[in-house]
């Protein structure tokens, strides 16, 4: 998800976003709750069953937002950076910036997530016994308390991308000492989850249940899809792993000077065809611009407009060595949602000098022909 919502807030360094989609399963989530409290609680106003609705249904995210923390708080302990939370249509999501490096930290990142939700299925069955007397507070409490039960439970299923999934792969991970492989099984186990889902799904519908069937049905094929995913990713880690960022650069680095117009500098795309270039005056460099940055301003400024106005200054561009790691370039043009990167490499006498381009396009190209070649080519990638 590039773009993760709206941004509500920051917790422990991470921010917190709420997806488009969410305000659908919201509000959803809440005329349910409504209509079932309605049914079971005859003497209630309608202002009480809408508080006691809204309030379980802000609680149950606050409690998905708990079981992320969870996840969260432990990549942090191993030094992995937490790029967001995001609140969605299935549920939360922590996206974090690179995988555990050993199978023990991944099962402990995978394990916190059910543990925590097993803690508020506790805590708000607790509550019921504290205050037993309260009507609003027990359905509120029984609601949640079994709610939360079913994540832990849920989640704890063995099959990519369920946490359960991450746990699995962590333990064969651990136990045979190769990542691709678990990633494999965990992902195969994953689809057959997601089918059995579907299956599930499909039947009470048949059965009559057609909310949950279809509900059921529509999470059996989004957890298929990212099974399928988790593995796609795996294939380019596996075609990449072994490249460096000199292995695919280009060594032409396309330059213009910094007073040229947008108008001009528009012209020089046309022509040229290429869509990035760095800003150079006297020899020294200043800035990047491209395309994207050309989009920004409105046509009818371009003449009145020079590139040292749009451009990317140079203290804000983003830098690699040539002996970087493709696979991690790669994973920082996604993350800063950037398409090329220039390639820097420092000289004896202190000076960086840039020595090339690393593209978005670049690194594509070079995983087709790799996956063109099969797997033969793989531990053959050059040192
Ligand atoms: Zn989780």
């Given at each position: 998800?590039?773009?993760?919502?709206?941004?509500?807030?920051?917790?422990?360094?991470?921010?917190?976003?709420?997806?488009?989609?969410?305000?659908?399963?919201?509000?959803?989530?809440?005329?349910?709750?409504?209509?079932?409290?309605?049914?079971?609680?005859?003497?209630?106003?309608?202002?009480?069953?809408?508080?006691?609705?809204?309030?379980?249904?802000?609680?149950?995210?606050a409690?998905?937002?708990?079981?992320?923390?969870?996840?969260?708080?432990?990549?942090?302990?191993?030094?992995?950076?937490?790029?967001?939370?995001?609140?969605?249509?299935?549920?939360?999501?922590?996206?974090?910036?690179?995988?555990?490096?050993?199978?023990?930290?991944?099962?402990?990142?995978?394990?916190?997530?059910?543990?925590?939700?097993?803690?508020?299925?506790?805590?708000?069955?607790?509550?019921?016994?504290?205050?037993?007397?309260?009507?609003?507070?027990?359905?509120?409490?029984?609601?949640?308390?079994?709610?939360?039960?079913?994540?832990?439970?849920?989640?704890l299923?063995?099959?990519?991308?369920?946490?359960?999934?991450?746990?699995?792969?962590?333990?064969?991970?651990?136990?045979?000492?190769?990542?691709?492989?678990a990633?494999?099984?965990?992902?195969?186990?994953?689809?057959?989850?997601?089918?059995?889902?579907?299956?599930l799904?499909?039947?009470?519908v048949?059965?009559?249940?057609?909310?949950?069937?279809?509900?059921?049905v529509?999470?059996?094929?989004?957890?298929?899809?990212?099974?399928?995913?988790?593995?796609?990713?795996?294939?380019?880690?596996e075609?990449?792993?072994?490249?460096?960022?000199?292995?695919?650069?280009?060594?032409?680095?396309?330059?213009?000077?910094?007073?040229i117009?947008?108008e001009?500098?528009?012209?020089?795309v046309?022509?040229?065809?290429?869509?990035?270039?760095?800003?150079?005056?006297?020899?020294?460099?200043v800035?990047?611009?491209?395309?994207?940055?050309?989009?920004?301003?409105?046509?009818?400024?371009?003449?009145?407009?020079?590139?040292?106005?749009?451009?990317?200054?140079?203290?804000?561009?983003?830098?690699?060595?040539?002996?970087?790691?493709?696979?991690?370039?790669?994973?920082?043009?996604?993350?800063?949602?950037?398409?090329?990167?220039?390639?820097?490499?420092?000289?004896?006498?202190?000076?960086?000098?840039?020595?090339?381009?690393?593209?978005?396009?670049?690194?594509?190209?070079?995983?087709?022909?790799?996956?063109?070649?099969?797997?033969?080519?793989?531990?053959?990638?050059?040192?």
């Open positions: 998800m590039a773009r993760p919502g709206m941004r509500i807030g920051k917790i422990l360094g991470i921010p917190i976003y709420l997806h488009s989609t969410w305000v659908i399963v919201f509000a959803g989530l809440t005329y349910l709750l409504f209509s079932q409290f309605e049914q079971q609680k005859p003497g209630w106003t309608s202002t009480q069953l809408w508080s006691v609705g809204l309030s379980t249904s802000v609680l149950f995210f409690s998905l937002l708990f079981h992320e923390l969870a996840h969260s708080v432990v990549a942090q302990h191993y030094k992995i950076r937490v790029l967001s939370i995001t609140l969605f249509i299935f549920g939360g999501v922590a996206s974090i910036e690179r995988d555990p490096s050993k199978a023990i930290q991944e099962f402990n990142i995978a394990v916190a997530g059910p543990f925590a939700s097993g803690i508020l299925a506790a805590l708000f069955w607790a509550l019921i016994k504290v205050f037993p007397g309260n009507e609003s507070v027990v359905s509120v409490c029984t609601w949640l308390s079994a709610t939360n039960l079913w994540l832990a439970v849920f989640n299923l063995p099959g990519f991308p369920l946490d359960g999934g991450r746990i699995f792969r962590a333990i064969i991970w651990g136990a045979t000492k190769n990542f691709s492989r990633t494999r099984v965990a992902g195969t186990s994953g689809r057959l989850i997601a089918y059995a889902m579907i299956l799904g499909g039947f009470a048949f059965k009559g249940s057609v909310g949950f069937g279809l509900w059921t529509i999470i059996g094929f989004f957890l298929l899809n990212a099974a399928q995913e988790s593995v796609a990713q795996l294939a380019i880690r075609t990449l792993t072994g490249l460096r960022a000199a292995d695919v650069m280009s060594q032409e680095v396309p330059t213009v000077g910094r007073a117009s947008l001009e500098y528009g012209a020089e046309l022509r040229t065809g290429r869509r990035c270039h760095l800003v150079i005056t006297e020899d020294r460099l800035g990047m611009m491209n395309v994207h940055k050309l989009n920004s301003v409105p046509r009818d400024e371009w003449d009145l407009t020079s590139v040292q106005a749009v451009m990317i200054p140079r203290e804000r561009i983003l830098w690699a060595t040539p002996d970087e790691p493709l696979l991690g370039l790669l994973e920082r043009l996604l993350t800063a949602d950037i398409n090329q990167m220039p390639i820097v490499s420092g000289s004896d006498d202190g000076a960086a000098h840039i020595i090339g381009m690393v593209t978005r396009d670049s690194i594509l190209r070079v995983m087709q022909t790799r996956s063109e070649l099969g797997p033969l080519s793989f531990g053959t990638a050059s040192k």
